[in-house]
């Protein structure tokens, strides 16, 4: 059996043909794209692909196709699945001292960019999309969604862990009359969103999550816990019980993994989310016991296919603002991390979960908000 046959082999298991003529099967412009994706499994397949080696008309339906069939159960691990293993395993990748890598190879990636992608609050995070009809109303109701899971009312003073752009701690301000401290390790991000929260009751800093120690009446964080670390779960978790008072609610948004891992998909780790890994119910559980009870667990991962798509939709649709910043490389490698990541939640390999926590829990019971 030649390179191309062992690889139509493991292919038919997801239903995609070399050559086909459906939206999720492959094209081969490089026949040298066998022998290194099956021996360096998905970071060859992402390598290949930024290189034009080989082409899906649809990589959405491609990854769904793919992660359904669970195909990486079903092939060997490979040399960067190991080392990547053993370096989460003996280091802690998120430490204080790396803490600003992902901010400067992700977040710093360019204004510009996320400017044309993202809504017009720059929310790079799951919309809600329960009865949004656009990117906009969506992040609306996601940021206001928030607000009302934590009871929050004008004058409470709201840390956000991972404040990104500013988006909620301006919205949070405007419409709910709440004072917000926002922390990032992107500068970039920084720069922009104090120049977004001017006049508003808002301070942005730059700094690692471990540097707070005062109050507030609630924390939120969104999307900013896949990028803490096994390692550092439980420090994380005693950060946030320190900063939030005895009667406050602390409310965790954030992408979940289906089972417990040290470490992330290598390329994912190599070319977006540098040292990132996405928790699991039982590393969460374990790294709030004894700190925090659990009010509500609310997953709408599917609602991150459709604002991925909507994303690479609008990064499709500036490409010819921004391409003199960035290469045709970039280009399929944004749209290859897009694209994967939509295929991934509506596969339901990855979730989205919003998770209430109280330290003392609430008088009479929470009730949950939809």
């Not at 060859?44 to 990589?59: I, V």
């Not at 009359?177 to 508003?200: D, F, M, P, Y």
């Not at 999307?223 to 609610?249: I, P, Q, S």
Request: hydrophobic share 40%; charged share 30%; with cysteine.
């Amino acid at each position: 059996m030649n390179l191309k046959e062992e690889a139509q082999k493991i292919l038919n298991l997801a239903d995609i043909k070399i050559g086909g003529d459906r939206p999720w099967d492959m094209i081969i412009h490089d026949e040298r794209v066998y022998a290194d994706v099956l021996s360096k499994g998905s970071v060859a397949l992402g390598e290949t692909y930024m290189n034009s080696w080989w082409d899906s008309p649809a990589l959405d339906q491609f990854f769904d196709k793919l992660i359904s069939a669970n195909l990486k159960e079903k092939v060997r691990p490979t040399f960067s699945h190991l080392m990547l293993y053993l370096s989460a395993k003996f280091f802690n990748k998120q430490s204080k001292k790396r803490a600003f890598i992902v901010g400067e190879k992700h977040y710093d990636a360019g204004n510009d960019l996320y400017t044309r992608m993202l809504d017009k609050r720059l929310t790079y995070t799951c919309g809600y999309w329960k009865e949004a009809k656009t990117l906009d109303e969506a992040q609306e109701a996601k940021l206001d969604l928030i607000c009302k899971k934590i009871g929050l009312k004008s004058g409470d003073k709201v840390l956000d862990i991972g404040c990104g752009w500013g988006s909620f701690a301006k919205f949070a301000a405007e419409k709910y009359g709440a004072h917000v401290v926002g922390i990032t390790i992107s500068n970039e991000q920084a720069k922009l969103a104090r120049e977004l929260v001017v006049g508003l009751p808002v301070e942005i800093r730059v700094c690692d999550y471990r540097e707070m120690n005062e109050k507030f009446d609630h924390i939120i964080s969104i999307g900013m816990f896949e990028h803490v670390g096994y390692k550092n779960f439980r420090t994380y978790m005693e950060v946030a019980n320190r900063c939030l008072k005895d009667d406050g609610l602390f409310l965790l948004h954030t992408i979940g993994n289906n089972y417990s891992d040290l470490h992330t998909d290598p390329w994912i780790e190599k070319y977006i989310f540098p040292n990132g890994l996405l928790p699991s119910i039982a590393q969460i559980g374990k790294s709030i016991e004894r700190l925090f009870i659990m009010e509500d667990w609310h997953n709408f991962g599917t609602d991150y296919d459709k604002t991925l798509m909507v994303w690479n939709e609008n990064f499709e649709k500036s490409w010819d603002e921004i391409k003199d910043k960035y290469d045709e490389r970039f280009k399929r490698m944004w749209n290859y991390y897009l694209l994967m990541c939509a295929g991934s939640f509506r596969a339901r390999d990855i979730n989205l979960w919003q998770i209430v926590l109280s330290k003392k829990g609430v008088k009479g019971g929470y009730k949950s908000i939809r």
